[in-house]
Each structure stands twice: as structure tokens, then as C-alpha cells.
């Protein structure tokens, strides 16, 4: 057998054996998106202000650690508790997955301890709000740094020409995976009669098939992702604490100025997709006065076309570059909010419109952003710079929240509160423009595609 041939044949099975990684890749998307979405966006939120208010006190108020607080506002301040939970942990556990080269037995722990804790979400009833809002700290943690060393394996199993279209596969595999099981836990919700169960079982069944359904399909990737040798630690390197660990990878960064300049520019516009998917809803019912079916509705409506935008923002992007897909979808973005400031009260139509817009261009955002930023990553830092990637996305987007409700405050209206989020588009763009992406790729040490 010649030399030639021998070359042929290892190329192929490195492709064969890539493929299959990355199809493994696409299944952790598969398995962990229907906590954000049938948990977070839809079921846990109402039903655990419901439950606090059955523990609340006649002021309306429970009383955790000892501290008062309105029972309508425990899901909130639980948020925020497990984001503080999640900055700490990530940058450990990214520093750990570097430093060890074993990603895979820590990305098994953390999925599958939020799993668990979703999965046990289906025992609140009553007045058990103190165990919902502790199991919802460390589902959160655990989804947070599950994706920190589920993204660092991004420049590992992909080249630089094919990350943008495997990162939006990812994508477009969880959006998928939210708009089938959203489905099904809104035929079991809205028909509890008929399946002779309470409306309170129905939440609770839904709530902990979707820990069910994350435990079941991380099995393949965990069967299908390899661990890499990790390059030998440094003598005496110490091991740092979260917030230390955080403040080294960022002290790192400085010597990649542009890598940095994106994580800026991502943070801006970041901020405002996740205050446009948080604050939907409340600008749908406050503002618009619709029920909460056609909220419901536009919700999966979202999750299918992000599937389609997902794809089909991966396919320009092989044609236009990362980049310039990214900037064309921040103006759509634009376009998108700015008419929804116009939508008239009362006409579901218009606002399912306004839904199919940020459906279209939500999944492309993200899939893009993440392929983007994995050719600005030194190797051998991926889960390192991942952890400060997942606190951009997951850990820093309060500005929005505040910037929204801040509006509404002074002005009194909820269209003058959802225009506000322009400015984080504008801006965002703005700051994308600036980085030099093929320099920051080459300044990574990293080659430098074609097309970014």
C-alpha cells in the first residue's frame, strides 16, 4: 500500500471519527435546552410565585435565612442567587477542565447534577418554596458550567472552516429538542382533566420530565466526546478560587486586546437578547393585554423558526463570514424591536409577527457569536476563556433587566421600556465593527479561515 493511500485512509477515518464527535457534540444542545424553556421560560416561574404565596405571611411576605421578602418577587431574587453561584463555580471548573484535560467527567457531573435537581422539582407542592428555590440555584449552576465545558470543546472537535455551521447545528438541535417537548408538556397541561390529573401535577410532571429528558440524552455525548492530553501544568501554579481564578483569566486576556474587544461587544449585545427573551412576555400581557395562551403560543413559535434562523444564519456565514452575518443579524435586531414598539394593543397576530422576527435571527446570534469566539481562544485555554464567554452570556446580563424596568419606572410605559433595548443593538454593533477579527485570530495563534 502506497504512502499516498496510508494518508488517504487516516484522513478519513480523522473525518469519520470528527463527525461522530460532533454528532455527540449537537446532543448535549439536544438534552439541556428543554430546562431553558419549558423550565425557566414557561412553567417554573408562575408556579413557584404561586407556591411562595402560599407560604407568604398576611404582609404577602416569606421569609428566607430569616430575610423578608414579597412572594412575588422569590423567583427573581432566586435567579440572581444562582447567577452569583454560577460566576464562582465556572472559572474553577473551566480552570480544572484545562488544567486535567478531563472535560467529559465534569461536564457528566454537572449535567447530571441538574438533572437531579430539575428531576426533583417535581416534589414542590404545598408550601416548599425554600426547596424550589434551592433546587433552582443549583439547576441553574449546573446548566452554567455544564456550558462552559460543553463550548470549550468547540475548537476541538470542529477546524476553523466548519465552526460556524457546527455551532449553529447545535443550536438549531436545541431550539428543535424546546419546541417538541414544549409541545407535549402543553398538551399535558392544558388537558390535565383529561389525563386525570391536577393542574398542579401537570406543572410538576412537566417540570421534572424536562431534568428526565436532559439526564436521558447526555448519555451520548458523554459516550461520543474523547478528553485531549492537557498540556503539563506550570511548576507551582497555584490553584485559584472562582472569583480569583476569573480575575486571571482576564488579566490573561489583556494580552489578546481584541479577543477581549469581543467579549465586550458580545456582552452589549448579549445583554439585549437576553432582556428581549425575559421581557417578552411582561411587554405581551402589561402592554399589549394578551392572554396567556397566545404568550405560550408565540414562545414555541420562537423555538421553531430559531431552528430554521439557526441554519440558515450558518449558511451565510460560509458565504459572508462570522462577522458580517452576526452585524446583519444586530441590524434585524434593531428593526425587529423597534417595530415592536409600534404593535397595537390586543392583535395577536401582530405580536406572533413580532415573535416569528426574533425567532429568525435569536439562534443565529448565538450559534455565530460562539463559533466566532472559539478562533479568538488560545489553545489550551478554551474552558478557561468559555467560563468568561458563559458569564458574558449567562452571569452579566442585569444591565438590560435594570435599563427596562428603569424605563418603565420613569415613563410608565412598557413600549418606551422595550424601546430602550435599541440602544444595546446599536451599541453592540458599534463595538463588533471595531474588532478586527482575522487579526485577533491570528494574534490567538490560531489560522485564520477564509471566510470570518
Same mark, same amino acid.
Request: hydrophobic letters at 50%; proline letters at 5%; aromatic letters at 12%.
Given at each position: 500500500?502506497?504512502?499516498?493511500?496510508?494518508?488517504?485512509?487516516?484522513?478519513?477515518?480523522?473525518?469519520?471519527?470528527?463527525?461522530?464527535?460532533?454528532?455527540?457534540?449537537?446532543?448535549?444542545?439536544?438534552?439541556?435546552?428543554?430546562?431553558?424553556?419549558?423550565?425557566?421560560?414557561?412553567?417554573?416561574?408562575?408556579?413557584?410565585?404561586?407556591?411562595?404565596?402560599?407560604?407568604?405571611?398576611?404582609?404577602?411576605?416569606?421569609?428566607?435565612?430569616?430575610?423578608?421578602?414579597?412572594?412575588?418577587?422569590?423567583?427573581?431574587?432566586?435567579?440572581?442567587?444562582?447567577?452569583?453561584?454560577?460566576?464562582?463555580?465556572?472559572?474553577?471548573?473551566?480552570?480544572?477542565?484545562?488544567?486535567?484535560?478531563?472535560?467529559?467527567?465534569?461536564?457528566?457531573?454537572?449535567?447530571?447534577?441538574?438533572?437531579?435537581?430539575?428531576?426533583?422539582?417535581?416534589?414542590?407542592?404545598?408550601?416548599?418554596?425554600?426547596?424550589?428555590?434551592?433546587?433552582?440555584?443549583?439547576?441553574?449552576?449546573?446548566?452554567?458550567?455544564?456550558?462552559?465545558?460543553?463550548?470549550?470543546?468547540?475548537?476541538?472537535?470542529?477546524?476553523?472552516?466548519?465552526?460556524?455551521?457546527?455551532?449553529?447545528?447545535?443550536?438549531?438541535?436545541?431550539?428543535?429538542?424546546?419546541?417538541?417537548?414544549?409541545?407535549?408538556?402543553?398538551?399535558?397541561?392544558?388537558?390535565?382533566?383529561?389525563?386525570?390529573?391536577?393542574?398542579?401535577?401537570?406543572?410538576?410532571?412537566?417540570?421534572?420530565?424536562?431534568?428526565?429528558?436532559?439526564?436521558?440524552?447526555?448519555?451520548?455525548?458523554?459516550?461520543?466526546?474523547?478528553?485531549?492530553?492537557?498540556?503539563?501544568?506550570?511548576?507551582?501554579?497555584?490553584?485559584?478560587?472562582?472569583?480569583?481564578?476569573?480575575?486571571?483569566?482576564?488579566?490573561?486576556?489583556?494580552?489578546?486586546?481584541?479577543?477581549?474587544?469581543?467579549?465586550?461587544?458580545?456582552?452589549?449585545?448579549?445583554?439585549?437578547?437576553?432582556?428581549?427573551?425575559?421581557?417578552?412576555?411582561?411587554?405581551?400581557?402589561?402592554?399589549?393585554?394578551?392572554?396567556?395562551?397566545?404568550?405560550?403560543?408565540?414562545?414555541?413559535?420562537?423555538?421553531?423558526?430559531?431552528?430554521? =434562523?439557526? *441554519?440558515?444564519? #450558518?449558511?451565510?456565514?460560509?458565504?459572508? @463570514?462570522?462577522? /458580517?452575518?452576526?452585524? +446583519? %443579524? $444586530? !441590524? &434585524?435586531?434593531?428593526?425587529?424591536?423597534?417595530?415592536?414598539?409600534?404593535?397595537?394593543?390586543?392583535?395577536?397576530?401582530?405580536?406572533?409577527?413580532?415573535?416569528?422576527?426574533?425567532?429568525?435571527?435569536?439562534?443565529?446570534?448565538?450559534?455565530?457569536?460562539?463559533?466566532?469566539?472559539?478562533?479568538?481562544?488560545?489553545?489550551?485555554?478554551?474552558?478557561?476563556?468559555?467560563?468568561?464567554?458563559?458569564?458574558?452570556?449567562?452571569?452579566?446580563?442585569?444591565? =438590560?433587566? *435594570?435599563?427596562? #424596568?428603569?424605563?418603565?419606572?420613569?415613563? @410608565?410605559?412598557? /413600549?418606551?421600556?422595550? +424601546? %430602550? $433595548? !435599541? &440602544?444595546?443593538?446599536?451599541?453592540?454593533?458599534?463595538?463588533?465593527?471595531?474588532?478586527?477579527?482575522?487579526?485577533?485570530?491570528?494574534?490567538?495563534?490560531?489560522?485564520?479561515?477564509?471566510?470570518?
Amino acid at each position: 500500500m502506497g504512502t499516498d493511500t496510508v494518508k488517504t485512509a487516516a484522513a478519513a477515518d480523522d473525518t469519520a471519527e470528527r463527525r461522530r464527535e460532533q454528532r455527540g457534540w449537537y446532543f448535549y444542545d439536544w438534552a439541556c435546552s428543554v430546562y431553558s424553556t419549558s423550565v425557566l421560560t414557561v412553567f417554573l416561574g408562575p408556579y413557584l410565585t404561586e407556591i411562595a404565596k402560599a407560604a407568604a405571611d398576611p404582609d404577602g411576605y416569606v421569609h428566607p435565612l430569616g430575610i423578608p421578602v414579597r412572594a412575588g418577587s422569590f423567583f427573581a431574587y432566586t435567579v440572581s442567587a444562582s447567577v452569583l453561584v454560577s460566576v464562582f463555580v465556572m472559572p474553577m471548573a473551566g480552570a480544572a477542565a484545562d488544567r486535567t484535560g478531563r472535560k467529559k467527567p465534569l461536564l457528566a457531573v454537572a449535567a447530571y447534577l441538574g438533572a437531579a435537581a430539575t428531576a426533583c422539582m417535581f416534589f414542590l407542592d404545598g408550601e416548599r418554596y425554600l426547596l424550589g428555590g434551592f433546587l433552582l440555584i443549583v439547576a441553574n449552576a449546573s446548566l452554567a458550567v455544564s456550558m462552559v465545558l460543553y463550548n470549550s470543546y468547540l475548537p476541538q472537535i470542529a477546524p476553523p472552516e466548519e465552526r460556524d455551521a457546527v455551532s449553529s447545528r447545535g443550536w438549531a438541535f436545541g431550539y428543535a429538542a424546546g419546541a417538541l417537548v414544549l409541545v407535549a408538556n402543553l398538551v399535558l397541561f392544558l388537558a390535565h382533566d383529561s389525563f386525570g390529573v391536577s393542574e398542579s401535577t401537570a406543572v410538576r410532571i412537566c417540570l421534572a420530565s424536562a431534568g428526565v429528558w436532559w439526564g436521558a440524552f447526555t448519555l451520548v455525548p458523554l459516550k461520543r466526546l474523547r478528553d485531549r492530553r492537557a498540556a503539563p501544568p506550570e511548576a507551582g501554579a497555584p490553584s485559584r478560587g472562582g472569583w480569583r481564578q476569573l480575575r486571571s483569566t482576564v488579566r490573561d486576556m489583556r494580552r489578546h486586546p481584541h479577543t477581549l474587544a469581543f467579549l465586550l461587544a458580545y456582552l452589549v449585545y448579549n445583554d439585549g437578547v437576553q432582556t428581549v427573551i425575559s421581557q417578552a412576555s411582561v411587554f405581551g400581557s402589561e402592554e399589549l393585554g394578551l392572554d396567556q395562551s397566545t404568550l405560550i403560543v408565540a414562545v414555541l413559535l420562537v423555538q421553531l423558526l430559531a431552528v430554521a =434562523g439557526a *441554519l440558515a444564519m #450558518g449558511r451565510l456565514a460560509r458565504t459572508y @463570514g462570522a462577522k /458580517r452575518t452576526i452585524l +446583519g %443579524s $444586530l !441590524v &434585524a435586531w434593531t428593526v425587529t424591536i423597534g417595530a415592536g414598539y409600534f404593535l397595537p394593543a390586543g392583535a395577536p397576530v401582530w405580536f406572533f409577527v413580532l415573535a416569528a422576527g426574533i425567532g429568525l435571527v435569536l439562534g443565529g446570534t448565538q450559534a455565530l457569536s460562539r463559533s466566532l469566539f472559539s478562533h479568538l481562544v488560545p489553545r489550551g485555554k478554551e474552558a478557561e476563556y468559555f467560563s468568561a464567554y458563559e458569564i458574558s452570556d449567562r452571569g452579566m446580563a442585569w444591565l =438590560g433587566p *435594570l435599563i427596562f #424596568g428603569l424605563t418603565y419606572q420613569l415613563t @410608565g410605559s412598557y /413600549r418606551d421600556a422595550i +424601546g %430602550s $433595548l !435599541v &440602544a444595546f443593538f446599536l451599541l453592540g454593533f458599534v463595538l463588533l465593527v471595531r474588532v478586527p477579527v482575522r487579526r485577533a485570530v491570528h494574534d490567538a495563534g490560531n489560522p485564520v479561515p477564509r471566510r470570518i
